[in-house]
């Protein structure tokens, strides 16, 4: 009986530290995401098209 509630114990108790650890290390990770610069926007390309500036994909044949 009392080996059975020395188990129980410390799988409560490793259940309490993990739960706190994980969400711990959620938070930073949290915060780690907020300080972060977005990426910087990339410039666009210049469309291929006709001579008129009209893309290619609209052209009548």
Do not use: N
Request: proline residues 10%.
């Amino acid at each position: 009986m009392t080996a059975m509630i020395l188990i129980s114990t410390a799988a409560i108790l490793v259940a309490i530290v993990g739960c706190a650890v994980i969400w711990r290390m959620d938070a930073l990770r949290a915060d780690e995401i907020e300080h972060t610069q977005p990426p910087a926007p990339r410039p666009t390309s210049p469309q291929l098209g006709t001579a008129d500036g009209s893309p290619a994909s609209l052209r009548s044949s």
